[in-house]
């Protein structure tokens, strides 16, 4: 039985997990896949809820063994990656499987699923709101947060290979048009 993926990819502080949350309150045969990380738990976080947290040598195991479907280092060396046995679990049950990934591993899963899949990326309306809204989180260094604001200009330019792109300018117009485009991908299967 063939994934049925929807891919939520976006720069960090676009708005990512909110939209995603809301996506499964509204969407009950939509289910999440738990990435893996080798990054600490941040307050609140659970193993196996919000992420798998490994050690960098449990992580290249995984590689080792072709677990992941995709996988990625980015800020400092830290690694996610999406397990296959993610994606397996969730397609047996038959519900669609939503992976909130970085925006290149989004690009390599896409070319994977193909039809099957939708690619939705979430931009903010401008790199400066970006940086406004990272550093009112408050969870970054003056460094850390120089790195995602590079990274993010990066992954702007990978948005036109996705099948939809939303701008969060308005939370809830943006999560209206999420909505309805996650909605019609589904009515399709």
Known sequence: MQPLT??????????????????????????????????????????GVDYYFLSMESFQQKIDDGDFIE????????????????LVKNTEKGYFTLLDV???????????????????????PSLETL???????????????????????????YAGQFDHIITNDDLERAYSELKETVQTFMNSY
């Open 102 to 124: 970085d925006v290149k591993g989004a690009v390599r899963l896409k070319s994977l699923f193909d039809e099957y899949c939708l690619a939705l990326f979430l931009r903010p």
């Open 6 to 47: 929807i891919l939520l990819a976006a720069p960090s502080g676009t708005g990512k997990s909110t939209m995603a949350k809301r996506l499964f309150d509204d969407f009950p045969q939509l289910k999440f896949s738990v990435s893996a990380t080798t990054r600490a738990p941040r307050k609140g976080e659970s193993h």
């Open 131 to 157: 940086e406004e809204r990272l550093r009112n989180r408050n969870t970054d260094s003056e460094t850390s947060l120089k790195l995602r604001l590079e990274r993010a200009e990066e992954e702007l330019g």
């Open 71 to 86: 996988w990625e280092e980015f800020y400092g060396g830290t690694r996610y990656g999406t397990l296959r046995s993610e």
